[in-house]
């Protein structure tokens, strides 16, 4: 189905509950996977997805269609899970970067997490990266999207996310080669 036909169908109180209902059923496990990238924790993720797709629903009047629905999407996501992790570490009384270490020491306990010590250790070397590295990083490495794509979600220019990334890459070498 042609995009623009899928967000008139968004649109129209006849058709919107089908139409959210396939949105939900396409992009349901690709942003709990983004998000969870950033928040780290299963639980917190499943709740910033459903805060997203609250949002995506009470906003698809402001969509203008000046990026590709996908990727208005994953900015609604990815300001989400930010907002969300600023905000718990607040209530913690913790920096964000304490708080994501935090759940990184938990991550061997949690049941839906089926990495090994490498990818524990992968994670505490993200968590030494400035936070827009650790999100380029993420969404580079663990999804695979472009650099165009990352461009329109994030509002950054494809030559910074890739000196970005590369940076990130030469940290996390450097970090996963010490002991």
Request: aromatic share 10%.
């Amino acid at each position: 189905m042609e995009e623009k036909e899928f967000i008139l169908q968004l649109l129209n109180p006849k058709t919107q509950n089908n139409a959210f209902q396939k949105l939900l059923s396409d992009y349901k496990r690709p942003l709990y996977n983004h998000i969870r990238n950033i928040v780290l924790d299963h639980d917190d993720a499943n709740d910033v997805l459903q805060n997203t797709f609250i949002k995506v629903f009470q906003n698809l009047n402001n969509f203008k269609g000046e990026s590709k629905l996908y990727s208005w999407i994953y900015r609604i996501a990815t300001n989400e899970a930010i907002t969300f992790i600023n905000k718990k570490a607040k209530l913690s009384g913790a920096t964000s970067g304490e708080l994501k270490s935090k759940i990184v020491e938990n991550l061997e306990a949690d049941t839906h997490f089926d990495g090994n010590e490498i990818q524990i250790k992968l994670q505490k070397a993200i968590l030494t990266l400035p936070e827009k590295q650790q999100l380029v990083f993420k969404m580079r490495y663990f999804e695979e999207i472009k650099y165009e794509e990352m461009s329109t979600i994030l509002g950054t220019s494809v030559g910074a996310l890739k000196a970005s990334y590369h940076l990130a890459v030469k940290k996390i070498e450097k970090f996963m080669n010490e002991d």
